[in-house]
């Protein structure tokens, strides 16, 4: 069984030592393609009936490790270098199985998932197409991160799941079914969006499509399903959601990407630079933003401003850019509901750990099976530095405390992309921040020391002209 953390160090002396700032920024970052996107387009492209080229796809850990795991399954993958944002995605020929059993992938292969959440539960459902059992496996930390609703649901489709770890967790075996089931399939997914959008990505496949029934009492991240919904959709798919009875229905169809599609920057990992503008205060600009987005990260720039920036989106030679100017005041947001984009809680408790005011960020429970229980890393790294935060049933509270209270510390990250990138924030104000296994932040940056470094040097070609 392969379970390691590749990337992972977590000796102290390793520590990153994050660079302080007491000048106003002026910097200009590029950030690479969106992990949601590009994962959900290398699903898609290994379903569609002809080849697909990928531009500004993201090269980081998770979509190498769903790249490695499409190429196991036999999806040819063609690429310039390890770090080329273009590929072209060769999808196997389905015309050259038997049509009755729909099957299109090689069976009696080990997938490993790392520590991707994009890929323990969106790659499951392609099983269901394989033509011998699909092992899962990833790094020992992925061990607690939920599986079962998902699982619940092949299962209902005919697959037979084997846990040779805990039964519900990371790892297991998918047999797929001699014959689909049936397609309505009931799940609980409280616990995460992944668990819908990874059932609604495959469906199309389904000779009878699905009618998808989440039953649980809440629903996190809906624009990441919304996200599925619009991607299905741009491959020819039909989906029709019911958000009354929270419930999607995919009909049966073949699944044909453009032949070229390009990938958005990621906007939630711009989170950590565009905040940057607030901590150090100057002007931090990221170019290709989007008019328009399915990413949750599209609601940034108004969370941004109720903190007290100044976000403009100027065009500058075509390219629209995301611009944010502040003088470092930093408004708290009082309640504060999070549940459509939690994935940016890490990046906005940084900021919130230095406002003026208390803000009660809600709808974030299910944080606890993120990379890893992100509400009490948030508040046990918060109060490390000497500042005030409280972890709830539903979320956490962060209060304001006296500036000179904070200092230095070790920052944890706990193999977690986001809280190495938080402790990287809050060195911006507070002197003596040093970061442990800052290498984890390539779960989905292939970069970031660099990026932050640059966006420091504030090189004035940086800069977009004002
Ligand atoms: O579908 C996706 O691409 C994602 C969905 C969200 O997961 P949860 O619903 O588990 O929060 C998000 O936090 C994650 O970073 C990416
Ligand atoms: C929750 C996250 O990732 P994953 O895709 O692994 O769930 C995240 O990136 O914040």
Redesign the pocket.
Same mark, same amino acid.
């Given at each position: 069984m392969k379970a390691m953390n590749e990337h992972e160090n977590d000796n102290p002396e390793a520590a990153w030592v994050a660079p302080n700032r007491n000048q106003p920024l002026d910097a200009r970052v590029t950030i690479p393609g969106s992990?949601?996107l590009s994962?959900?387009y290398l699903i898609l492209a290994a379903l569609s009936s002809r080849p697909v080229t990928i531009h500004g796809l993201l090269r980081s850990r998770d979509t190498n490790l769903m790249i490695d795991a499409l190429r196991q399954l036999g999806v040819h993958i063609d690429e310039q270098s390890k770090e080329s944002t273009t590929v072209r995605i060769i999808p196997p020929d389905k015309s050259l199985q038997p049509a009755a059993h729909n099957l299109r992938f090689k069976g009696n292969v080990t997938i490993f998932c790392g520590l991707a959440?994009?890929v323990m539960?969106?790659l499951p459902a392609l099983a269901l197409f394989a033509d011998a059992p699909v092992t899962f496996d990833g790094d020992i930390q992925a061990y607690e991160r939920p599986m079962k609703p998902l699982l619940d649901g092949l299962e209902q489709l005919g697959a037979t799941i084997r846990f040779t770890g805990q039964t519900g967790f990371l790892p297991f075996t998918i047999t797929p079914p001699q014959h689909f089931a049936a397609h309505h399939v009931d799940i609980d997914s409280s616990?995460?969006?992944?668990f819908i959008?990874g059932l609604l990505l495959a469906a199309s496949a389904l000779p009878n499509g699905i009618e998808l029934h989440h039953s649980g009492s809440s629903l996190?991240?809906l624009p /990441?399903?919304n996200?599925?919904v619009s991607d299905i959709e741009k491959a020819g798919g039909t989906v029709m959601t019911n958000r009354q009875t929270n419930t999607w229905t995919v009909e049966h169809r073949d699944l044909c990407l453009p032949q070229s599609l390009t990938v958005e920057p990621d906007l939630?990992n711009a989170a950590p630079f565009l905040g940057a503008a607030l901590l150090a205060g100057g002007t931090v600009s990221v170019p290709f933003w989007p008019q328009t987005t399915t990413q949750?990260g599209g609601l940034l720039p108004r969370f941004l401003s109720r903190m007290g920036a100044t976000v403009d989106f100027p065009e500058e030679s075509g390219i629209r850019y995301c611009r944010v100017v502040s003088h470092g005041d930093i408004h708290g947001l009082g309640n504060f509901d999070l549940e459509a984009a939690?994935?940016l809680a890490p990046s906005l408790a940084a900021l919130l750990t230095f406002a003026d005011s208390k803000t009660t960020m809600l709808g974030i429970a /299910?944080?606890r099976?993120?990379e890893t229980n992100r509400l009490a890393a948030m508040v046990a790294e918060i109060r490390r530095v000497g500042a005030d935060a409280e972890e709830m049933e539903d979320g956490i509270i962060i209060r304001p405390v006296d500036t000179r209270r904070l200092h230095g510390a070790v920052i944890r990250s706990y193999h977690d992309h986001r809280m190495a990138t938080f402790g990287a924030m809050l060195g911006l104000r507070i002197g003596g921040i040093q970061v442990e296994n800052i290498e984890t932040t390539r779960k989905t940056l292939p970069d970031f020391v660099g990026m932050w470094k640059n966006m420091l040097s504030c090189d004035p070609t940086n800069a977009l002209s004002a």
């Open positions: 992990k949601s994962n959900r959440g994009t539960r969106f616990s995460s969006s992944q959008s996190p991240s /990441h399903i996200m599925s939630s949750p939690g994935e /299910h944080l099976g993120h």
